[in-house]
């Protein structure tokens, strides 16, 4: 980087690149959701048949190219801001040391170097000629320095002095250009697509690339924005990201997606938009890694003879298979999984009239985080939030979200508002019942975000009127919300319970909600409300072993008609339409099971 070829930056045109980038981001995804919900979702609403699936297979991969094309258009806005960001402040750097020079007397000569005018020091016999000087960029070592301000003492110029400092201004004002642009130049170019159509999962894991490169180079430009409150409320969530304009929000958007779409009080729209980004990409990039891991091998079992009984065995061709990949291959495939059943959600939008999904939290690490949301729950007028129980995690995930969307439609039925459903697993949900389920720590744990999570729908709330809140759990999910009373302010106006083991305080009235509006279900052959009743067999269970079913614990217990522990969502069930009254606002007509007889034998 040559000092005219920086004197001629123009940080303006490069930020109107980016606008245009940006602009043309923003009609991509105009043009994804109207595929995704207006067109897809119509024709799944109103017609079958194989010309209607093969139309859908290609909206989706039209979809998909629009999606792409958005996510690459903000990188490239976001890598043109940044990149204008480093020149423009190192031209501003420039530009304000010719001026210091040219009003010294100075001239600054097209290589950088710095000519200073003849002078005289105080009580020198003679007029000192002038001359030039070329400077040093980053002059950080010490014996260097105290050899230049020898030389600046003992010359006989006194703008010798200032010449080397505007000199060295200069080179350093160069140096940091062209360094930046170095940075820059190779971030820029990867960001290109190939020039087929298909939008593969190797195309979202080199997204993922790019990403962390623009990232890695832009870090100085995105530390100038202005940073989410460390630890802060929903609301305080919900004021920075209002106080951000168009090209800080769409620079968080495109280089951290996933601090964007985790942060609660953001709008819905946003947390969505963010969390895709990231499915895709977390997609792209598993489904990459598995097809470099050799696949396990056909033959899996044998057979030994051990004593007088044949014994099935693994063979040893797939026990070196595991003992090298199958931890790996295990954890992408269930990840994986998941990933495919929210995607599933997404296109089922429109098919019985089932609302816009959104993604309102997402990781694949450890366990898995999903967060689903059937309609805006921003503008609805009833908000319920689900928490599922033990065994809980991210490759099964498609029960869960299915449980919310039957819910929706029942709910949504009773035409007394709009609805919003949401399936929460913002936690690390014990994964076995035996070992983990009786332990309290994973509810204690995971209580502290589901509260914010319902805060987080206030600071959201994009219309004016409250929205009814109804907060959800099953089995251990109960236990959940139970700890999330217990430890803060649990932010809901009724609370469903089903297949309880046990919530962690004594009595409905400490639920935080109005007196009436803690529900149960218990169904006929459910063991898990009795594994609470008659104590879990663990050393870490808070409380008293007193659970919702109990008649004392003064929660309404709702007529149920599945049998197990699984059965409470089951489509056109009375357990299900007891549910989605409640969440409607219209629990006058739920069925009630008849109160116990006070004295056996006695009616």
């Known amino acids: 980087m040559d000092l005219e070829t920086l004197r001629a930056f123009k940080q303006a045109e490069y930020e109107e690149a980016a606008d245009g980038y940006r602009a043309v981001g ?20 109103e017609l079958e048949g194989k010309a209607a699936e093969a139309a859908l297979g290609e909206l989706k991969e039209l979809s998909k190219n629009f999606h792409y094309a958005q996510t690459e258009c903000g990188l490239v806005s976001t890598a043109l801001n940044g990149f204008a960001f480093d020149l423009g402040a190192a031209k501003r750097k420039l530009d304000a040391a010719i001026a210091d020079a040219q009003a010294a007397n100075c001239t600054v000569n097209p290589n950088g170097s710095v000519g200073f005018p003849p002078g005289t020091k105080p009580g020198a016999d003679k007029t000192a000629d002038g001359g030039t000087v070329t400077g040093s960029a980053g002059m950080t070592d010490p014996t260097a320095n105290a050899i230049e301000r020898q030389a600046i003492n003992i010359h006989p110029n006194p703008h010798y002095g200032k010449a ?4 060295n201004r200069i080179a350093d ?3 940091e250009a062209t360094e930046a642009d170095a940075k820059w130049a190779p971030k820029l170019r990867a960001l290109k697509a190939d020039d087929d159509l298909t939008v593969s999962d190797r195309d979202w894991s080199d997204a993922q690339s790019d990403m962390g490169g623009v990232k890695e180079a832009g870090k100085s430009y995105l530390d100038s924005l202005p940073q989410p409150p460390r630890d802060g409320s929903p609301k305080d969530n ?18 951290r997606p996933e601090a964007v779409g985790a942060l609660d009080g953001l709008p819905s729209t946003v947390r969505d938009e963010a969390n895709r980004v990231v499915l895709a990409e977390k997609h792209g990039q598993y489904q ?3 097809n470099s891991i050799p696949k396990p091998p056909a033959n899996e079992w044998t057979w030994i003879t051990a004593g007088m009984y044949p014994a099935k065995v693994h063979t040893d061709e797939w026990m070196a298979w595991d003992r090298q990949h199958g931890d790996r291959y295990r954890e992408l495939t269930g990840a994986l999984k998941g990933m495919d059943a929210i995607q599933g959600r997404f296109d089922r939008t429109g098919i019985k009239g089932t609302p816009e999904a959104y993604l309102l939290g997402f990781s694949p690490e450890g366990n898995g985080r999903a967060i689903v949301a059937n309609g805006n729950p921003d503008t609805a007028d009833h908000q319920a939030v689900y928490v599922p129980g033990t065994t809980a995690n ?30 929460w697993l913002g936690y690390d949900a014990p994964q076995d019942i035996v070992k983990d389920s009786p332990f309290s720590h994973y509810a204690n744990d995971g209580a502290p975000a589901y509260n914010r ?40 106006d009724d609370v469903i319970l089903a297949g309880s083991p046990g919530v962690q305080v004594p009595k409905a009235e400490q639920l935080d909600v109005p007196k ?12 898990v409300p009795d594994i609470g009743r008659f104590g879990h067999g663990g050393t870490d269970w808070d409380g008293p072993f007193q659970i919702p079913s109990d008649p004392t614990f003064g929660a309404n217990q709702m007529t149920t008609d599945g049998s197990g522990h699984s059965d409470y969502w089951n489509e056109g069930s009375t357990s299900l339409e007891n549910q989605a009254l409640v969440v409607a606002g219209e629990p006058e007509h739920v069925k009630l099971k008849p109160p116990p007889n006070p004295t056996p034998g006695v009616r």
């Open 26 to 45: 923003d009609m991509a995804m105009a043009a994804k959701d109207t595929i995704d919900t207006k067109i897809s979702g119509g024709i799944r609403g």
């Open 164 to 167: 080397i400092e505007f000199a």
């Open 173 to 175: 004002a160069l140096k």
């Open 238 to 255: 919900a004021n920075w990201w209002k106080g951000l304009d168009a090209e800080q929000q769409a620079a968080w958007l495109s280089l």
């Open 288 to 290: 990459t890694e598995l």
């Open 394 to 423: 991210l490759s099964g995930i498609d029960g869960d979200i299915k449980r919310m969307e039957r819910l929706w439609s029942v709910a949504n039925g009773a035409d007394n508002g709009s609805v919003s459903t949401v399936t």
């Open 453 to 492: 999570f319902l805060d987080g729908l206030d600071a959201s709330r994009a219309v004016d009127s409250d929205p009814h809140r109804t907060a959800i759990g099953h089995s251990y999910g109960t236990t959940l919300i139970g700890s999330a009373a217990r430890q803060g302010d649990l932010n809901a």
């Open 516 to 527: 009436g509006h803690v529900w149960n279900e218990e169904a006929d052959g459910d063991p």
